[in-house]
């Protein structure tokens, strides 16, 4: 009878060393079947193309089909939340922006998921600045300039955006609440509505991801007076950032590779590795300036504190201007 127990014990640790073991061996065998990118944007956007650029790059080092599946809505949430109701296996993986990431916990309710709770860091990618421009005949040759003239005249400035609750309609926000710039936000429904108004004149300014307004600015039909990222753009490189003149803004639209809550840490880490590699390879910089994407690199950790602080400052903006998305 003493036996039994120790038996009992016995077989029960054996057990769950098998399992440890079959566990251990799945995650060193992943991945053996395709794994789907899930992209939270339309085909052929900037979202969808940087998504299609890392799954080359992971078929061709892991030597497996990575695959990217369009999921779009809701500023990016639809896609996002498919991805944190996944098995944490690797098997799914989210390509997703700034909006889910962090700024859209605050615009859309109800929210279906929490960004930091629900999902698992993998990898920061890249990151496209906005761009502060102006009609050509608006007598402001700097961001600066703008903000000094705002407070001159009777009415406020008018400044266009793709979008209510977008961050060119959130950075504009955050303007006029840290310099007392008279400014009036105009959302639009996407980039180029924006930008013909501004470029009209129906609009003084407009502030979209620079990508969108790089053609006008060039041909002189709009004035470019700062981009909104730490660095200076490197596609308008006489561009001065907006910190470069003495303004705290920074706002830009970035990019990470995400996975479901639980996922384990030996795919994380192997994953970062390959994502990190690319995104500092001179293939990996000039695929995704193509984009007008500045790369961008780090640990899971790293972007797990991207996740937090953005949502953090961006939260008193929102509330603050009341800004809210049906």
Same mark, same amino acid.
């Given at each position: ?7 009992? %014990? ?5 057990g769950?060393?098998?399992a ?8 060193s ?17 900037s ?6 650029q890392?799954a080359?790059?992971?078929? %061709? ?6 695959v ?14 498919f991805?944190?109701k ?6 799914i ?34 990151e ?31 400044v266009?955006?793709?979008?209510n609750? %977008? ?13 007392g ?5 105009v ?24 990508t ?7 041909a002189n039909?709009?004035?470019?007076l ?18 470069e003149?003495?303004l705290d803004?920074?706002? %830009?639209?970035w990019?990470?590779m995400?996975?479901p809550a639980g ?17 500092r ?18 640990t899971?950790?790293q ?6 602080s ?10 603050s ?5 049906d």
């Amino acid at each position: 009878m003493t036996f039994l127990p120790l038996r009992r %014990t016995i077989v029960c640790a054996l057990g769950a060393l098998f399992a440890f073991h079959g566990a251990a061996h799945a995650q060193s065998d992943w991945p053996n079947k395709t794994v789907r990118i899930v992209a939270s944007f339309a085909p052929g956007g900037s979202s969808d193309l940087v998504a299609r650029q890392i799954a080359q790059h992971l078929s %061709t080092r892991y030597g497996q089909q990575f695959v990217v599946e369009n999921r779009a809505g809701a500023g990016g949430n639809i896609g996002v939340d498919f991805v944190t109701k996944a098995a944490p296996d690797g098997y799914i993986l989210g390509l997703a922006t700034s909006g889910p990431l962090a700024n859209n916990k605050w615009l859309y309710k109800p929210m279906p998921f929490d960004a930091e709770k629900d999902l698992t860091p993998i990898a920061l990618i890249g990151e496209i600045p906005l761009v502060m421009a102006v009609n050509p005949s608006v007598q402001a040759s700097s961001l600066k300039d703008l903000v000094a003239l705002s407070k001159t005249r009777g009415n406020a400035m008018t400044v266009s955006n793709p979008g209510n609750g %977008t961050i060119g309609h959130l950075a504009v926000e955050y303007l006029r609440m840290h310099t007392g710039a008279k400014l009036q936000s105009v959302p639009y429904k996407g980039d180029a509505p924006a930008m013909a108004d501004a470029i009209g004149g129906t609009v003084d300014a407009v502030t979209a991801p620079v990508t969108s307004l790089i053609p006008n600015i060039q041909a002189n039909r709009l004035k470019a007076l700062a981009v909104t990222s730490k660095n200076r753009f490197v596609g308008m490189p006489d561009v001065p950032t907006a910190a470069e003149q003495g303004l705290d803004l920074e706002a %830009t639209v970035w990019s990470a590779m995400v996975g479901p809550a639980g996922l384990p840490k030996a795919i994380v880490d192997s994953l970062n590795k390959e994502i990190n590699a690319y995104t500092r390879s001179a293939e990996g910089k000039a695929k995704l300036a193509s984009l007008g994407m500045a790369p961008l690199a780090g640990t899971p950790a790293q972007l797990s504190q991207q996740m937090s602080s953005e949502a953090a400052k961006w939260k008193v903006v929102v509330e603050s201007a009341r800004i809210t998305v049906d």
